[in-house]
Structure formats: C-alpha cells, structure tokens
C-alpha cells in the first residue's frame, strides 16, 4: 500500500535529521559546528536559519558541500551566524558572485579567519571581498587555488577595507609578476607578517620587486615554493635589508643552482632564520 507522506511532515523530518547532525557535530560548549563534507544543501541552508541554539557558534566549517550561488545566498542571510569569527568553505563552487553576496553579508562582520582555498573565486571575486565593508576584523584570508589571477591580486593590493589583514595565502592563484609587483607596492604588503605565494610562476623580477619593497619589512613567514625564481632571486632574497624580521622562508622547488644555494645557506639570513626550507 503506497503511502502518502504531507510536505509538512517531510519538512519535520528533515529538520529532525538535521538536528541530530547538528548536534552530534557541535563542541559541548556550543561555539564550534563541523558540517564539512555532509551534504549540506539549499534545503539545509534554511532550516539551520531556524536553529536559535547555533547563536553562540564562533567556528563554522562547511567545507566540501559543493555549495553554489544559491547556497551562498542563503547562508550569507542567516542570522544566528552573525557572531561567527571562523568560516572555513573551502572546496565549494562559490564563483564571483558566492564572494560577493559573502562580502556584502553581515555574518563576515565579526569574522578574523576565512577560508576561501578552491572555490572558484575570479578576479571579480577577489574585488568583491577586497571593496567589502563587512571584513574590518579581518586577520587571515585563504584564497589558495582559485584564479584570483593578477587582477584579483591588484585589487586586494589596493584595498584599504581590510586594515587587520596579517595574513594573506595566495597559493596557486596564478598571479604571477603582475601579482608579486601589485603587493610590492602596496600599503596591505606592509601589515602583514604572513605571506604564501607558492606555485605562481613568479620569477626573478617578481619576488626582487616584492623582498626589495620598504613595505615587506614586517614580514615574519615568506613561502614561495614551485616558482621559477633563478639564482640572482635566491640571493635578493638572502641579501634584501627589509627582511630584518623574517623568521621563516619557504623556497623549495624553483631553479636555484646548487652554488647558489649554498650561498644562500650560508647567508646572514640564513643563520638568524628558524626556518629555511630549501631543496
């Protein structure tokens, strides 16, 4: 016998699940909720609006829940999140568009860490988040493999809307020269103490304009592994009098010769370093 099941009953049958995932996925104390890779959707997104128990959670992470536009949308409007100081949604398919309604949103108000790595995010993407009025708290930005691209890197460069920005990951965004030169002249390059630029096809003249600018001279962990930075690059790094504060250097995987990397090595830089990492 077939039965007949009302949507209102399929809603509370949804909404239960989900409670349970909630709670099963919530810290004791209520301040951190790991729904990453639990095949979140639309449906999901408006529910947990419902859920006036989610207003106290500071860390949210959602990752890898193929959220889109759409999904976006509805999680940049739900209001409980509004409190939330981490966002971890990396590995989504946000787009430009996920970035702008993100930077437009109140829930990024309070935020200091936000994960963007692998989400598709462009050059519009970037602008959106670099212009947002919404991300003055914010200390760390993850934009690892998305296609932020040169333009995406400039814009983020000129911002003036991101004033306690320390730490900008830019892995794999294929920013190239454009990128490193945009950052070198920047006033943002000058607040941060984090900077990871690896696998971005940056060469000599990318990472001298950007160790050679007054503005790195905060710079406390410096990560440029898999470029194409040569020998006279390796050593205007070792030999920059604006590293005075490096304290970690990543650069593994570029085309240093083995006399220069001994050189390097054997650098004032390298001696006082905590880190170097260099095949």
Not at 128 to 154: K, T, W
Not at 215 to 223: I, M
Not at 252 to 264: D, G, T, V, Y
Request: charged letters at 25%; hydrophobic letters at 40%.
């Amino acid at each position: 016998m077939l039965t007949v099941i009302s949507g209102g009953l399929l809603e509370n049958s949804a909404k239960k699940k989900l409670e349970q995932l909630v709670q099963k996925n919530t810290t004791s104390d209520g301040t951190i909720l790991d729904l990453e890779d639990k095949e979140i959707g639309a449906e999901e997104l408006e529910l947990l609006a419902e859920f006036e128990t989610l207003s106290g959670i500071e860390k949210l992470f959602i990752s890898n829940n193929q959220f889109g536009d759409a999904e976006i949308e509805i999680l940049s409007r739900i209001k409980v999140f509004e409190k939330l100081e981490y966002l971890y949604l990396n590995h989504n398919h946000i787009g430009d568009e996920g970035a702008r309604a993100l930077a437009d949103s109140k829930i990024v108000k309070n935020l200091t860490c936000l994960m963007l790595e692998a989400s598709n995010i462009g050059p519009e993407g970037a602008r959106a988040l670099a212009e947002s009025s919404h991300l003055e708290n914010l200390e760390i930005l993850f934009l690892d493999s998305n296609p932020v691209r040169a333009e995406g890197v400039e814009a983020l460069a000129r911002s003036t809307k991101l004033p306690k920005l320390t730490a900008l990951h830019l892995d794999s965004t294929q920013m190239g020269d454009a990128g490193a030169k945009a950052l070198a002249h920047s006033e943002l390059l000058s607040r941060l103490d984090k900077l990871y630029l690896c696998s971005n096809k940056i060469t000599n003249e990318g990472i001298i304009a950007l160790t050679g600018s007054p503005h790195s001279r905060n710079l406390k962990v410096l990560s440029v592994w898999r470029n194409e930075i040569r020998d006279d690059g390796g050593k205007a790094i070792v030999e920059s009098p604006n590293l005075s504060q490096l304290e970690r250097l990543y650069m593994s995987l570029n085309l240093i010769e083995k006399p220069a990397r001994k050189i390097i090595r054997q650098s004032e830089l390298a001696g006082r370093l905590k880190t170097l990492v260099m095949d």
